[in-house]
């Protein structure tokens, strides 16, 4: 949950460095020759002015090219491995739900397997909400991976934008947010390229309201209540924080528009249109409750609650106080809720640390959602504010960022509900650029162009970034959710360590050991939903008497100790009297 990480070890340069060098060039180039292949970007921009002006398919370009050119980069780019405590939440989630189980029996020795954002008590499933783990299932179900049920969500997510946008903006621009959202969310960043962000889900959620409220506003058919309701469901089963702060501008502008708009239905049409749309959003509050009362015994137990309130001591909102400090089993549990955790809590409710944090989750959220090519259009800023076709989504944006600053903790993935207004605003800023013309140049047009073309290139740098030797945020010190280029492929050494104990014949125990320095967030103890009767079980190391107790009871299976924090990684069978040492690796 902490927002503040160290920097990315260094190599050579970084991405960023490169994508803030060619900006600045191409700022440069802008002023100096306007008019720089004019003729060339005329040509483009008219052929794609005609893709874009057939909405429909423009929509479904985007969808598939979001599908498509993602999977065209796995020589490049692999399928992820789990890296973070959340990724391997969200993957028991998936397994329990591709079992057809809503959740499972708290497991004998369960002490042994606690971890982070792992519920045990009062059963045994991932803290976090349902819809990612159920995407992810059948992912798993349908192609063998789960990792495909979130590159699916991802390209529904840039077609969602993409058909968001054109309620709002020109057909031309709507399109290439769309193509922007496919690079910048879909190609490299987490959200397509680990297992925990849900992202995708709430942003096709928040586009869903957000594009169907001026065409309902304009013409309240039942398709576009229909959508709305779908994106009401996806967010609130999601993000329901952001997803209230989207709510509340939402129904304010739904509520003024019934009260004085002329076009407005009767009310006994309006109630036949919205009866199944608003079955939609019961039907989904209702199963959300079923689903807490099997995980969590209560109905009205979110999901979160319960894992915060064993283990949390820093809430997550700056007015609440502190959690009494409970009595952890496992020193890596302690650092990671005492240390990492409320850390960043007892900052920010100083008034300079507040302050920073602040301006750090508006970097954080910059450098994600624009990255440096396009922060030259922040300075329409005042234009844009002025600007009453994106007013309301302002409006949002403020809501977004009211929410932002009182919850202790940002990654990207918080604000997703708001994915699509973000682009909206973005895309009008530089609208407004395109017309500045300093001295009669069209030196808007070209920075607009020119700053495509910064995206295109560092999309291709950022593909070959290996065999180019640049540096690359690495796991664990690292900044790969602060920006769009995203994680490398992390989480090689354990992947690696369990692909070996799943080749031995029988059953395995491993038994992990960590070092007095280990970073919490670097976790190896996760496992399946059936843990009895998986092949290779993780356990954490504890006193003499408890790991005995382990032992007995999984005596038919052979047990290794494994230290993820020697170089390189040690295993070895456990050391237990008349054993001889012997290695797998």
Not at 95 to 111: E, I, Q, R, Y
Not at 450 to 472: A, D, T
Not at 481 to 497: L, Q, T
Request: aromatic content about 14%; glycine content about 6%; overall charge positive.
């Amino acid at each position: 949950m902490s927002i503040l990480m160290t920097a990315p070890h260094e190599q050579n340069i970084t991405l960023t460095f490169i994508e803030g060098g060619l900006t600045a060039i191409f700022v440069a180039a802008s002023f100096a020759w306007p008019r720089l292949c004019s003729s060339w970007f005329l040509r483009v921009e008219r052929w794609f002015g005609r893709l874009a002006r057939k909405q429909g398919i423009a929509v479904m370009i985007v969808g598939a090219a979001g599908l498509l050119l993602r999977l065209a980069i796995l020589p490049w780019c692999p399928i992820p491995l789990p890296f973070v405590p959340d990724d391997f939440s969200f993957l028991l989630a998936s397994d329990t739900f591709s079992h057809g189980h809503l959740t499972n029996p708290t497991p004998a020795m369960w002490v042994h397997f606690e971890s982070i954002h792992i519920d045990m008590l009062p059963t045994y499933m991932s803290m976090y909400f349902p819809p990612q783990g159920l995407v992810m299932a059948a992912g798993k179900l349908l192609f063998g991976n789960p990792w495909f049920g979130i590159l699916i969500m991802s390209a529904l997510m840039c077609a969602g934008i993409c058909w968001m946008l054109q309620a709002w903006l020109p057909a031309t621009w709507a399109f290439m947010g769309g193509m922007l959202a496919v690079i910048h969310l879909g190609l490299f960043s987490y959200w397509t390229n680990t297992f925990h962000a849900a992202g995708s889900i709430a942003a096709l959620g928040g586009a869903l309201i957000l594009g169907g409220l001026p065409r309902f506003k304009r013409r309240p058919l039942f398709r576009y209540a229909l959508l709305m309701a779908i994106g009401m469901a996806l967010m609130f089963t999601t993000r329901p924080f952001e997803s209230m702060l989207l709510f509340l501008p939402v129904a304010a502008s739904l509520i003024h528009w019934y009260l004085v708009a002329q076009n407005r239905p009767h009310p006994a049409v309006l109630l036949r249109r919205l009866i199944i749309p608003l079955a939609v959003v019961v039907g989904a509050a209702a199963w959300l409750g079923y689903y807490d009362y099997r995980v969590f015994g209560n109905p009205l137990t979110l999901p979160y609650t319960v894992n915060r309130a064993t283990y949390a001591i820093a809430p997550y909102f700056a007015w609440q106080k502190p959690r009494p400090e409970p009595s952890y089993h496992h020193a890596e549990m302690r650092r990671f809720y005492h240390e990492d955790e409320f850390d960043d809590y007892a900052k920010a409710r100083s008034v300079k640390g507040f302050f920073k944090m602040t301006l750090i989750k508006a970097i954080i959220g910059t450098l994600f959602f624009t990255g440096f090519a396009l922060l030259p259009f922040a300075f329409m800023s005042r234009r844009v504010c002025r600007d009453q076709r994106v007013k309301f989504l302002l409006i949002c944006l403020v809501f977004l960022s009211a929410g932002m600053i009182v919850e202790i903790f940002l990654i990207p993935h918080y604000m997703a509900p708001f994915t699509a207004a973000i682009y909206a605003v973005g895309l009008q800023a530089m609208r407004h650029m395109r017309h500045f013309k300093p001295g009669d140049q069209p030196v808007g047009l070209a920075l607009v162009r020119f700053s495509v073309v910064v995206i295109i290139v560092m999309s291709g740098v950022r593909l070959f970034s290996k065999p180019l030797n640049l540096s690359f945020p690495e796991w664990p010190s690292s900044t790969w959710n602060f920006s769009w280029y995203g994680p490398e492929i992390f989480g090689k050494d354990r992947a690696g360590v369990s692909q070996e104990l799943e080749k031995l014949p029988g059953e395995q125990l491993a038994v992990v050991r960590y070092s007095s320095d280990h970073n919490p967030q670097d976790e190896w103890v996760y496992n399946a939903a059936d843990i009895e009767h998986s092949k290779v079980i993780w356990a954490r190391e504890m006193d003499p008497a408890s790991n005995l107790e382990l032992f007995q009871y999984y005596r038919n299976r052979k047990v290794w100790l494994v230290q993820p924090d020697a170089q390189p990684v040690a295993v070895s069978p456990y050391l237990l009297p008349g054993q001889i040492t012997s290695t797998v690796r």
